[in-house]
């Protein structure tokens, strides 16, 4: 394609050539970038998902992975060009046993790998970008993810770049919605009947508040009496927001809980010992 546009006379200048076929690939590559972010904005919303967000997180994975893989192959297209600009024989590298060496020594078969399971998570939709996930030990939200590999980005700011071949196990803490977990103690001195209605009291208030009941699918209520500490007794609570305010939702809800047991005369008691002093013997006459 390059050969037939820059044959004329008018490029016979080497550098130039190369110059103008770099620009056009450029302006190729916007060109279908645009159209290929259209085109899958339509194919996406044909299907049908449980909100926007969804919908917003499936278009922007699927755009990312197709707009990587027409860089990849535009500009394959122009370093084959420029190579042959410069005379080099094709044909003759690509079949000689020292390149298929290279391939083979800079582990070919582990890129494979890296492809195939990224076809599978992104055919999957086993995560998307803006998906909060734990991989391989690393946790954080999903910024990118291409056929070879995903790009996490933890709360301190740090970047992990995790080959999809590598990827054995996914923890997905945002798909279709988030689960809230709350852990408070009493002490042993406090009613627990009275502290299991004001836990379920403050979840229903928050639920009904205007800023945060778009936020809560299922309001925050007792789960159960979870276990006996050395100074507390320890309560569970549960409930379902949409994805990732569980953080946010859990953080409120904890500030207001705090004040009603304050306001009721719940305690939430200090970590406490007893101490035992062993008798002194008296001593044998």
């Known amino acids: ?143 990118n993810v291409t056929i070879r590999m995903t790009k996490l980005r933890d709360l301190d700011g740090s970047v992990y770049f995790v080959p999809n071949g590598e990827i054995t196990t996914v923890r997905n803490m945002t798909l279709e919605y988030s689960g809230v977990i709350i852990e408070v103690g009493i002490s042993y001195d406090s009613d627990v009947e009275q502290a299991k209605k004001l836990i379920d009291q403050v979840g229903r208030d928050m639920a009904e508040d205007a800023d945060w009941k778009d936020r809560i699918i299922e309001p925050i209520t007792f789960l159960r009496l979870d276990s006996f500490g050395d100074s507390s007794v320890n309560l569970m609570a549960v409930g379902k927001t949409i994805p990732i305010e569980q953080w946010n939702v859990a953080g409120e809800y904890r500030t207001r809980l705090k004040r009603a047991f304050d306001k009721n005369g719940v305690e939430i008691p200090f970590p406490q010992r007893v101490v035992h002093y062993a008798k002194e013997q008296k001593s044998k006459k």
């Not at 044959?7 to 645009?34: E, P």
């Open 1 to 143: 394609m390059l050969d037939f546009l820059f044959g004329s006379a008018l490029f016979d200048n080497r550098l130039t050539r190369i110059i103008l076929a770099i620009a056009v690939l450029a302006i190729i590559q916007m060109v279908v970038n645009h159209f290929i972010g259209r085109l899958v904005e339509k194919a996406v919303r044909g299907h049908h998902y449980k909100s926007a967000r969804e919908e917003k997180q499936r278009e922007d994975t699927l755009i990312g992975l197709f707009r990587t893989a027409l860089t990849v192959v535009l500009w394959i297209v122009g370093i084959i060009f420029i190579l042959q600009e410069f005379g080099v024989n094709l044909a003759a590298l690509a079949t000689g046993a020292g390149l298929i060496g290279i391939v083979v020594g800079f582990g070919a078969q582990s890129m494979i790998k890296d492809f195939l399971s990224g076809m599978f998570i992104i055919l999957e939709n086993q995560y998307r970008v803006g998906d909060v996930v734990t991989i391989g030990g690393h946790s954080g939200l999903v910024e």
